[in-house]
């Protein structure tokens, strides 16, 4: 008995699918391809990060056990683990890329007039990192340290939905103050970071770009108040101090 779309089904129809065939097309993903095209192999890492599948085991063996039900889910090619795997590791990712950067453009557009607790009308950004551990012995490549790998994951999240504006993966002994020298600055915007960002060249690159910044400062920072200005703390602020 038919009771309505899946809600898989209901979630794909939010999907801009029209500029995700132009991303294919514009890398000719779909050369020789026989069954699973670019769309089956994005369906079914959209269906895998929803369920919180963990493997690509796992994601075929969910996959496979409500086969009836994939035509509905928009999937049509043929589900193999080996098939998978292997447009992982062959399929062009800049496909997946850009189409990344067409859906932060849309999510950010329904965002846009949000408040999130301070009243700018600028855009305001945090920019962290957060280190991901490798198994060294599959991954060999990501050296860390002597018996321990890793990559590093830098993003700068717009405070405004917590949208993901930039993402970048890095070696695990990357700094992260490295990742200001490939930040492209907006103008009239806030950035938040960490202390481990503190570099003063750096920084005032920020400044000369007409972007603002909010740091921590270090234990150890060498610094003289030159003057101060009258800040009402009811409003959050506890001081301003130039």
């Not at 890492?45 to 509905?72: P, V, W």
């Not at 067409?102 to 600028?122: P, T, W």
């Not at 750096?202 to 101060?228: C, D, E």
Request: proline residues 2%; glycine residues 6%; aromatic residues 12%.
């Amino acid at each position: 008995m038919y009771t309505g779309k899946t809600v898989f089904a209901q979630l794909l129809e939010h999907l801009p699918l029209h500029q995700f065939r132009l991303c294919v097309k514009r890398y000719n993903g779909n050369y020789k391809v026989q069954s699973f095209s670019c769309l089956d192999q994005y369906l079914c890492l959209f269906f895998a990060q929803l369920t919180y599948r963990e493997s690509l085991r796992d994601i075929t063996t969910c996959l496979l056990g409500m086969q009836n039900k994939l035509y509905h889910m928009g999937i049509r090619g043929k589900i193999a683990r080996s098939t998978l795997a292997y447009g992982n590791e062959t399929r062009d990712w800049r496909i997946y890329q850009d189409f990344a950067h067409v859906l932060i453009h849309h999510a950010r557009e329904l965002y846009s007039k949000d408040a999130f607790g301070v009243r700018l009308q600028e855009t305001v950004y945090a920019l962290d990192s957060t280190t991901i551990d490798l198994c060294l012995a599959l991954f060999p490549w990501a050296k860390f340290r002597t018996h321990k790998g890793a990559v590093k994951m830098h993003t700068l999240l717009d405070l405004r939905g917590n949208i993901p504006s930039f993402v970048a993966i890095t070696d695990g002994k990357v700094h992260d103050v490295n990742i200001l020298d490939v930040l492209i600055i907006e103008p009239g915007s806030f950035y938040i970071m960490d202390r481990g960002n503190i570099d003063f060249e750096r920084l005032y690159h920020i400044h000369q770009a007409q972007g603002f910044f909010v740091i921590r400062a270090k234990s150890n920072l060498s610094f003289k108040r030159r003057y101060s200005h009258p800040v009402d703390k009811s409003t959050g602020v506890r001081c301003d101090r130039p």
